[in-house]
């Protein structure tokens, strides 16, 4: 475990405390939010509501995690020699990074076929692309890190592709009114994906002990806010929408 500052200690402290809140908040509103569309989009809104309690759950256990790992003696922040469990994040990423992909597609409503073989070929990348990050996550030295944090970025490459080129038909058949913010959720959905191999490089920067551990969890954080509850309140809108046009008898709440 790395030293680091109360400052630094704190920070984390708050921004798990932050995220768990935030994700909670998010699963509940998402599934109330189910009474404000039709049929076709009440699973999308279900699944997007289950990747944020996931989330509030794992960062839970992680805020956990954090406080058995420091405490303070005699006015310094020390390490417990508890380890501060980092896999729970990889266990929700597994879990949760299949499942982004799939609300994404259940809201835009595609054939049946089409649904089915998007679903199983991006879940699968995605799961792939978070078990071969793990290794490199643990490793303790930076030439492990890269190895598996490059062969984890073929099946992301794969991803990239499919939401921008396997998608791209279906989006321009969308709804006029909502065409604009399915492509809003794609581009969130890679720009927040983008940041974390980032965040996965910050080990080789300049940054040294505690900086480098506060920055990678402040960052992954981030990631996971903007992936997730970001993410899940475009897909609450865009269900909304379309079902306004879809289903028109039903009471719409204005999105």
């Known amino acids: 475990m790395d030293i680091i500052t109360g400052a630094q200690y704190s920070l984390v402290y708050n921004a798990f405390s932050f995220t768990f809140a935030t994700m909670a908040a998010t699963t509940i509103f998402l599934w109330l939010g189910r009474s404000q569309v039709g049929p076709a989009y009440k699973t999308a809104l279900t699944i997007s509501g289950l990747v944020c309690a996931i989330a509030a759950y794992h960062y839970y256990r992680i805020f956990e995690s954090w406080q058995d790992a420091y405490e303070l003696k005699d006015g310094v922040l020390v390490v417990t020699g508890i380890a501060f469990n980092d896999a729970y994040r990889y266990v929700d990423w597994l879990l949760t990074v299949p499942l982004l992909l799939i609300e994404l597609i259940l809201v835009m409503r595609l054939t049946q076929a089409e649904t089915t073989s998007k679903c199983l070929r991006l879940g699968f990348a995605a799961a792939l692309m978070i078990i071969l990050g793990y290794p490199g996550e643990i490793a303790s030295d930076n030439t492990t890190r890269a190895i598996w944090g490059t062969l984890s970025s073929i099946p992301f490459l794969y991803i990239v592709w499919e939401l921008f080129k396997g998608l791209g038909e279906s989006i321009e058949r969308?709804?006029?009114s909502v065409r604009k913010l399915v492509k809003d959720a794609r581009l969130i959905t890679f720009g927040s994906w983008g940041f974390y191999p980032i965040v996965y490089m910050i080990p080789y920067?300049?940054?040294?002990?505690?900086?480098?551990?506060?920055?990678?969890?402040?960052?992954?954080?981030?990631?996971?806010?903007?992936?997730?509850?970001?993410?899940?309140?475009?897909?609450?809108?865009?269900?909304?929408?379309?079902?306004?046009?879809?289903?028109p008898d039903i009471d719409h709440q204005r999105a």
């Open 174 to 176: 969308q709804p006029e």
């Open 205 to 247: 920067t300049n940054l040294g002990g505690g900086s480098v551990e506060t920055a990678v969890q402040i960052g992954y954080t981030i990631a996971d806010l903007i992936a997730k509850a970001g993410v899940g309140v475009l897909i609450y809108v865009i269900a909304v929408r379309k079902s306004a046009i879809e289903y």
